[in-house]
T-cell receptor, first 111, second 108 residues
Framework: EAQVTQNPRYLITVTGKKLTVTCSQN?????MSWYRQDPGLGLRQIYY???????DKGDVPEGYKVSRKEKRNFPLILESPSPNQTSLYFC??????????FGDGTRLSIL | KNEVEQSPQNLTAQEGEFITINCSYS?????LHWLQQHPGGGIVSLFM???GKKKHGRLIATINIQEKHSSLHITASHPRDSAVYIC??????????FGTGTSLTVIP
């Protein structure tokens, strides 16, 4: 089954404790992207990747890191999480010029 | 800065009604997307278009590139159409910008 898998689905953690949210897709898609969704602000793009070893900043990259060492994986790293990064996060993937497939979301709470 | 504006923000309709959601954008785009998000959070891509019109079942999406405007139409609406509908654009640099969504409730 074609899917984008995010882990964990839910996480409560504390300020400053490094965390990684994993994203994996099984569709051999070139394009992968991370978004955060906040009430009143909607979805905003954090980082995206056009292919292996190619990443670019989206609208709100501050406080986040990504890497694309393999085509299927695109982890989101919060080196020193802060409460303003409490949000619902989505990973998505697609081939060029095709609609995106979204993961089920990761709800992060940073205390 | 709001690259993508949607209207209305909230919409309540009776089952069977014809529904229109509008989207305007202010940047140069390579594509426009309509997404659906049900309560519980999952997001599904409904349409991706760069010109003209697309139809899938009871859903129709149109785009006018000159006017920088798109519409999503739902014919013969049904309670299962109740969801948040989100307009998004991809700029020429492959970045995504999103509207804040239209919350649709269809009453039986």
């Amino acid at each position: 089954e074609a899917q984008v898998t995010q882990n964990p689905r839910y996480l409560i953690t504390v300020t400053g404790k490094k965390l990684t949210v994993t994203c994996s897709q099984n569709m051999n898609h070139e394009y992968m992207s991370w978004y955060r969704q906040d009430p009143g602000l909607g979805l905003r793009q954090i980082y995206y990747s056009m292919n292996v070893e190619v990443t670019d900043k989206g609208d709100v990259p501050e406080g986040y890191k990504v890497s694309r060492k393999e085509k299927r994986n695109f982890p989101l790293i919060l080196e020193s999480p802060s409460p303003n990064q409490t949000s619902l996060y989505f990973c998505a993937s697609s081939t060029a010029y095709q609609p995106q497939h979204f993961g089920d979301g990761t709800r992060l709470s940073i205390l | 800065k709001n690259e993508v504006e949607q209207s209305p923000q909230n919409l309540t309709a009776q089952e069977g009604e014809f529904i229109t959601i509008n989207c305007s954008y202010s940047v140069g785009i390579s594509a426009l997307h309509w997404l659906q998000q049900h309560p519980g959070g999952g997001i599904v891509s409904l349409f991706m278009l760069s010109s003209g019109k697309k139809k899938h079942g009871r859903l129709i999406a149109t785009i006018n590139i000159q006017e920088k405007h798109s519409s999503l139409h739902i014919t013969a609406s049904h309670p299962r159409d109740s969801a948040v509908y989100i307009c998004a654009v991809t700029n020429t640099g492959n970045q995504f910008y999103f509207g804040t969504g239209t919350s649709l409730t269809v009453i039986p």
